[in-house]
């Protein structure tokens, strides 16, 4: 757990932060200019707020009112930046061993190779290696230091979206492999749902949400932070059945009696029944209808309730229970002709080919 209340002069506005951060991932968002790097600098001791306390896991690594102010490399915190920052001169093997704390952690040493697929990569230099292969060696230098907690800032602006989808499952899998606070910096909304649904909205400096993604939406007074960006439904449901000759992967979400099929090529290999993935399906990829649809090809048809409708100039984004939330981009003018609102029943449709799986 990672306690903070600070106050942190910039040079143009101040951060004023109090707030508490929980066990896995924590994605912080906002526009440029937000004070999400200077909070993450703050923590792991590159910025000194003016006043205030840090605490991780109850143990005060900066104070103003008792003077503490613990140097970078005592604080426990590995820190991944946007650009990775290896030692050029240095192979990989030796940028990882940079980070050890204990030169007798070679089960450790193994253990994060392998977590990164980085073994066939132990005696290259970052220059002859990919921006993928940099940022998982960067990231298995921060784990190698036997941090407590585990800062990312911006670690995929430097990527194509190609590298980002082979970073994605590998912070996947660090956070399912070792349980420390783990904070996501972007400007991304879309990046940061790969990775979790709690997100903490910053702006000049503060918090002004801090929630499940879901549950901010609700707030029409955090709209503009989500107005330029697509809004994703980011779900994690478990397989239920994997038909190896059509490659549909049918998914289950608690005791909900709505399922969803998609087309997941990989699961032949990848998935099996009980696995928990986690799906992304654009708000606008999915149309309402007030009845079930006979003889089509979208295979997805889930019946829900309209609990919330957010409305965004000439757009109205409904939210529908259909066993969990589903969010739905439509016009207001199609909301009108369906002569529908808050309480009613509707269908939601959508092709299996329009959702996406990580990784």
Known sequence: MIQIAIKLKRDNFDVHIQETFGMGITGIFGPSGSGKTSLLNAICGLAKPTEGNISINGKKVFSTDEKINLPVEKRKIGYVFQEGRLFPHLSVEKNLRYGMKDED???????????????????????????????????????????ELLLLDEPFSALDANLRQQILPFLLKIHKTINIPILVVSHDI???????????????????????????????????CFS???????????????????????????????????????????????????????????????????????????????????ERENVRICLVDVGFPLLVEITAESLKRMDIGIGYPVWCLFKSVAIDVAG
């Not at 977590?115 to 230098?141: D, F, V």
């Not at 979790?196 to 909205?201: D, P």
């Not at 696995?275 to 149309?287: L, R, V």
């Open 105 to 147: 952690q070679q089960g450790f040493f193994n253990k994060i190779v392998s977590l990164l697929n980085l073994e066939h990569l132990l005696k290259s230099r970052p220059a002859k290696i990919s921006g993928g292969e940099r940022q998982r060696t960067a990231l298995g230098r921060a784990l190698l230091s036997s941090p």
């Open 190 to 224: 879309t990046d940061l749902l790969r990775l979790t649904n709690r997100i903490c909205l910053l702006q000049k400096g503060r918090v002004i949400g801090h929630d499940d993604y879901h549950e901010l939406l609700k707030h029409p007074e955090l709209q503009h």
């Open 228 to 310: 330029s960006h697509s809004l994703i439904n980011a779900i994690t449901m478990t397989v239920s059945r994997v038909d190896l000759e059509s490659g549909i992967t049918q998914l289950s979400y608690g005791d909900s009696h709505n399922w969803i099929k998609v087309v997941v090529e990989k699961s032949r290999l990848t998935y099996k029944t009980g696995d928990n993935i986690k799906i992304f399906i654009p708000s606008d990829d999915i149309a309402l209808s007030a009845h079930r649809l006979p003889n089509v090809t979208i295979q997805n048809q889930l019946d829900g309730i309209i609990r919330e409708i957010i």
